[in-house]
Structure formats: C-alpha cells, structure tokens
C-alpha cells in the first residue's frame, strides 16, 4: 500500500497511526498537496491527502472512508480502533466535530498565510466555528472519566481528537487560548505520548502554491 500525504496533516496522520496499530505494511510519500499536486494528480485528480493507493491499485481518499475500507480490511476482531452498535454512532458523531474543526482550521490558515488580505467576516466565522466546537468537545471529554474516550483502548474517535488538537496548536499557534480546554490538552498530550504518535509525527509547515 502507498499512502500519500505529509504527516503534519491531521487526516493523513489518523490514517497512518490507524494502519500502524494494525500491522499494515505501507510505504509512506510525504507528498504536499501545492508543492507535489501533480504527482498527487497520478493517482487521486482531487489532488487531495491523504489518498491511499492498495496492493492491487485501488485508490481512495477522504480519510473516513480510507479508515473504513482499512477496518474491514483487517476484520472485526483486528479492528481495534472501531466501536459497533451505540458506540459506533457516537464514534461517527465525535470523530466528524473534531474532523470539522480540523476542516475549518485549514480554512482560517489559508485565509490568513494564502490570501494578500484576509476577509474579516469569513475569518471570524471560522474562528467561531473552531472555538465552539471545541468548547463541545471540551465539554464531552471532560464528562468523561475513562482513559480514552470509550474505555482503556484507543478509538478512531481519540486518534482524529488528538491529531486535529495538534495540528491546530501547531498551525494556528497564536490564534487560540488553549487554557480554555484543558480537558482536550489533557487528551492530546495522552495520545502524543504513545509511541505511534511519536514515529508518526512531522513539524507543521505550510507549503504555499508554486513552492516546491
């Protein structure tokens, strides 16, 4: 398998400590989606990451689905990071508000470091839309009294949770007071913590379009 994508993407990273922790052999291509988009373009014309290209030349991209696709690859009993029944609509539910606040992340970075001049209405809602989602979040995980945030064990949920609060920490260092979440920093530094999300890991830098 190849994925393709940089690691200081948080939808790239959920995927590769996803098939770390299940044994999958890939080749990783740390390709960016400016400076690389053509080669990008070879397998995926959304020019998107993550894209994960398999064995047999199969090509998906959209990290939840890859996710997906990954889970039944290795079956129920190898799935560990995937929940069934209420757990799993409630794993759907988390993981698509921390993956909206990664969306909207993007969207406010690229306002701010790609346009000449940002639109202040459009950088405002982004801004709201980041905060109020965490506080959601921040409420739901401080509610919670279990390691991660179903049991003992790591969950899909728990990886984009903690790969989303990274990369906006990293690529959005002074646009968020970050003491107002202290539940969610908890969580982050839990996750940061683990091996997987150790090897799995790369400074953030922005890659402007034109820049190799």
């Given at each position: 398998m190849i994925l393709i994508g940089q690691y200081d993407s948080p939808f790239v990273r959920r995927v590769a400590v996803a098939l770390s922790i299940y044994g999958l052999a890939f080749e990783h291509r740390p390709w960016s989606v400016f400076?690389?988009?053509?080669?990008?373009?070879?397998?995926?014309?959304?020019?998107?990451?993550?894209?994960?290209?398999?064995?047999?030349?199969?090509?998906?991209?959209?990290?939840?689905?890859?996710?997906?696709?990954?889970?039944?690859?290795?079956?129920?009993?190898?799935?560990?990071?995937?929940?069934?029944?209420?757990?799993?609509?409630?794993?759907?539910?988390?993981?698509?508000?921390?993956?909206?606040?990664?969306?909207?992340?993007?969207?406010?970075?690229?306002?701010?470091?790609l346009r000449d001049r940002a639109f202040p209405l459009w950088a405002e809602r982004c801004r709201a839309q980041v905060i109020e989602t965490l506080d959601l979040l921040e409420a739901m995980r401080e509610a919670r009294s279990t390691t991660y945030l179903f049991d003992a064990a790591l969950s899909h949920a728990d990886v984009i949770l903690a790969t989303m609060i990274r990369f906006v920490r990293d690529a959005l260092a002074a646009e968020f007071d970050w003491s107002r979440w202290p539940a969610l920093v908890a969580h982050s530094e839990l996750c940061e913590a683990l091996p997987v999300f150790r090897e799995i890991s790369q400074p953030y830098k922005l890659t402007k379009p034109g820049e190799e």
């Open positions: 400076g690389d988009a053509e080669a990008i373009a070879k397998y995926n014309p959304l020019r998107r990451a993550p894209t994960l290209v398999l064995d047999g030349g199969e090509v998906f991209t959209d990290s939840l689905t890859i996710l997906l696709v990954v889970d039944e690859m290795v079956g129920a009993d190898g799935a560990s990071l995937a929940r069934s029944g209420e757990e799993g609509r409630e794993l759907l539910r988390l993981s698509a508000l921390a993956a909206g606040v990664a969306d909207k992340a993007v969207s406010l970075l690229y306002e701010r470091r």
